[in-house]
């Protein structure tokens, strides 16, 4: 339940594969050629090029052409830019290669990816190495210092940025930072404008939401909500929402954090959007609690429930150029049903 949570609560534990480097390299490896073919090669002049992250800087000398994605949402970003990893890690949906959906037609007809497992004690050191990578993404991660060091054993890697918290790389920034890593800069910039649009277009059609307040939560060990540097709330932003204030007080340095009861407040905005496993019976639950059933975005029913297993749950804390647009045409016309000002309003889940 509510993984991405789950795996900031777990210590992080450096694998030490040193002596599993020497047999990876030599080791059989039947189907990862097909798992990322060639694309159209980077711009000359493109290389070499030097990314900064947390743990100082990383230079490429050539275009990579097996990437490995540590982020749990990094291959989204390689495959809109016209590869495909040879290996992405499992964080939502268990879809088949760790691509959703909204990914499949950037992935077309090509092999999907090996999935890596992060448990929690960090990344599969050995099956990377196996993997033979010229280049690992962890952007959207927690990498911890000693595992930048053991991962960058096998391959160049670039981390989560330095300036703020750990899975708080925007998907902007994101975006960029894989362009420029595969040499493709200015697509990466097209791509992220083209989104942005997307969003822009869908809150220009809305004009209701423009300074109304917002805030996305969980039910995860109380009342969790995200904060202004998580990707969820960044799209509320986007499409006009203000989030309530005394949110970053509350949450810190850091992309979400639990609420006390007497900060319940919080979440009496505009629009409340819930994630959680099952909406039904979350909705009862929570309304049963004492502070927060008395809240007027309760009792005019302004609230939406998101199913985390489905899709589009997915989606919705995936934020990625890829899963955006999938995620806006069917988040708004719940935000708009549950600011209409209309108490019998259904706010609808979508099918998919």
Same mark, same amino acid.
């Given at each position: ?184 800069? &200015? ?5 992220? #404008? ?5 969003? !822009? =277009?869908?809150?220009?059609? $809305? @004009? ?120 806006? &045409? ?5 935000? #708009? ?5 209309? !108490? =019998?309003?259904?706010?609808? $889940? @979508?099918?998919?």
């Amino acid at each position: 339940m509510f993984r991405m949570i789950q795996r900031t609560r777990l210590t992080a534990v450096a694998a030490s594969a040193l002596l599993l480097f020497g047999a990876a390299a030599c080791g059989p490896d039947e189907s990862d050629d097909a798992a990322a073919p060639p694309a159209d090669s980077a711009p000359k002049g493109a290389y070499p090029v030097t990314l900064d992250h947390k743990y100082g800087e990383t230079t490429l000398k050539s275009e990579p052409q097996r990437i490995v994605t540590v982020g749990l949402s990094d291959q989204d970003a390689v495959l809109a830019l016209g590869k495909v990893p040879v290996g992405t890690t499992e964080w939502l949906g268990e879809f088949k290669g760790a691509i959703g959906p909204w990914a499949e037609k950037a992935l077309g007809d090509k092999a999907r990816p090996t999935v890596l497992h992060d448990d929690g004690t960090g990344p599969q050191v050995e099956k990377i190495a196996s993997l033979r990578p010229d280049l690992i993404l962890a952007l959207y991660s927690g990498l911890t210092k000693d595992q930048y060091r053991t991962l960058s054993k096998i391959a160049p890697v670039v981390a989560q940025p330095k300036d703020g918290p750990d899975w708080s790389i925007s998907w902007q920034d994101q975006t960029e930072q894989v362009g420029k890593a595969l040499g493709r800069s &200015d697509e990466a910039k097209a791509l992220v #404008a083209k989104t942005e649009k997307h969003i !822009t =277009d869908a809150a220009a059609a $809305h @004009p209701e939401f423009k300074g109304r307040s917002a805030v996305v939560a969980t039910p995860y060990e109380g009342m969790y909500v995200y904060g202004p540097q998580d990707n969820r709330s960044r799209l509320l932003n986007g499409l006009g929402f203000q989030l309530p204030a005394g949110l970053s007080t509350v949450v810190g340095d850091a992309f979400g954090a639990n609420i006390s009861k007497e900060r319940t407040d919080l979440l009496d905005t505009d629009a409340v959007v819930w994630i959680v496993t099952d909406p039904a019976k979350d909705t009862k639950k929570l309304h049963a609690d004492p502070l927060y059933g008395k809240l007027d975005v309760v009792k005019e029913g302004r609230e939406v429930m998101v199913k985390e297993s489905s899709h589009f749950g997915s989606a919705v804390s995936f934020v990625s150029p890829l899963s955006l647009p999938y995620t806006v &045409d069917r988040l708004v016309p719940m935000l #708009a049903a549950a600011v209409d000002g209309k !108490t =019998d309003t259904k706010v609808v $889940h @979508p099918a998919s």
